[in-house]
C-alpha cells in the first residue's frame, strides 16, 4: 500500500464524507473512490460503510485507523529525515585523518561541526595517509584529511594549508642555545625519522635538503606516528622533524627549533566521488574556515 492511499483513508475517516475528503485532497471524488477501494483490496478488509444515511468506518476500519495514523507520521519522518541527509543536515559523517591533521585546526573544525550539526553523527578515525587513501577507495569512509600527492587518481583534492617542518631536539642539547638551525648544522647528528613508506615524497624531499648542504643524513631509528617521534628525542635517541602543530603541544625535555630550508608537509581533504557527501560538503566549509584562522606561530 502506498501511503498517500493511507492518507486519503484518513481524510474520509476524519470527515465521514468522501465529497469533502476529496475537496480537501485535492482530488475528484472517483479518484478517492477509487484509490480507496485499492487500498480495501490490499487489505483484504473492507474499511467503510456506505449507505444513504452517510459513511462510517467499519471494525475493520476502526482497528487501522490508529496504525494508519502512525504510518503516515513516520512516513513523514522518513521523508524530512531524507531531505535533510540530502542536505547535508541528518546521517553520518566517516571521517579520517592523519596524527599530523590532529595536531592542527582540525579537532576545532570537528567540534564546531558537531555544535551545529547535532543530528549528523561523525564517526573519527586515525590512520595514515597510505591507509587513508585506501579507506576512501573501499568506501569505507567519506572524507579524508590527509597528505598529497595521491596515488589513486580517481581521488578528489581540496588543498589545505601546509604545515612546516621544525626540529625536535633535547633541551640540552648543543643547538638548542641556538634561534634556528640549519641542515648543515645536522653533519652527523643522529637522526630519527618516518618510515619513507608513509610518506615517500616528504622523505625524500627533506634527504634533499640534507644533500643540498652538503649532510648525509645519519639515520638511527624509524619511527611514527610523529608524537613517538617526539618522546624518542625526549629519551635522547635522536633529533628529527615534527610539525610546528606537534610543536605546539610541548613535551618535556624537548624543544623546537625552526629550520628555515625545511619543507612543509601539504595537506588536503579528499574524497572518492565526483563530490563530497553532503555533510562532507558542510563539513569542509567548516574546516576551511578554522584552517584559515589557525595560529601556526
Request: charged share 20%; aromatic share 6%; net charge positive.
Amino acid at each position: 500500500m502506498d501511503l498517500r492511499s493511507v492518507e486519503c483513508f484518513l481524510r474520509v475517516a476524519e470527515t465521514l464524507h468522501f465529497g469533502r475528503a476529496a475537496e480537501e485532497l485535492h482530488l475528484s471524488q472517483p479518484a478517492l473512490s477509487q484509490r480507496i477501494r485499492t487500498l480495501e483490496r490490499d487489505i483484504g478488509a473492507t474499511l467503510f460503510e456506505r449507505n444513504r444515511r452517510g459513511v462510517r468506518l467499519t471494525a475493520a476500519g476502526q482497528a487501522f485507523l490508529a496504525p494508519a495514523k502512525s504510518a503516515v507520521t513516520q512516513g513523514d519522518r522518513a521523508a524530512e529525515a531524507a531531505r535533510r541527509a540530502a542536505r547535508g543536515l541528518h546521517g553520518r559523517l566517516r571521517l579520517g585523518f592523519t596524527v599530523v591533521a590532529s595536531y592542527t585546526a582540525l579537532p576545532q573544525a570537528i567540534q564546531a561541526f558537531r555544535t551545529t550539526h547535532p543530528d549528523v553523527e561523525v564517526d573519527l578515525v586515525e590512520i595514515n595517509s597510505p591507509a587513508l587513501e585506501v579507506a576512501l577507495d573501499r568506501g569505507e569512509i567519506d572524507l579524508a584529511v590527509l597528505h598529497p600527492p595521491l596515488e589513486r587518481p580517481r581521488l578528489r583534492l581540496r588543498m589545505l594549508p601546509a604545515e612546516p617542518l621544525v626540529l625536535a631536539l633535547p633541551a640540552g642539547h648543543r643547538l638548542a642555545e641556538q634561534r634556528t638551525v640549519s641542515f648543515a648544522d645536522l653533519w652527523g647528528e643522529p637522526m630519527l625519522t618516518a618510515p619513507r613508506s608513509v610518506g615517500p615524497v616528504l622523505f625524500d624531499k627533506v634527504i634533499a635538503c640534507f644533500r643540498a648542504a652538503g649532510v648525509e643524513p645519519r639515520i638511527v631509528q624509524e619511527a611514527t606516528p610523529v608524537t613517538t617521534l617526539a618522546g624518542l628525542v625526549a629519551a635522547g635517541a635522536g633529533l628529527g622533524f615534527v610539525t610546528r602543530g606537534v610543536a605546539a603541544a610541548t613535551r618535556p625535555g624537548v624543544v623546537f627549533r625552526d629550520v628555515p630550508a625545511a619543507p612543509a608537509i601539504p595537506m588536503a581533504a579528499a574524497w572518492a566521488a565526483a563530490e563530497p557527501s553532503p555533510a562532507g560538503s558542510r563539513f569542509l566549509t567548516i574546516l576551511d574556515r578554522h584552517m584559515a584562522g589557525y595560529n601556526r606561530g
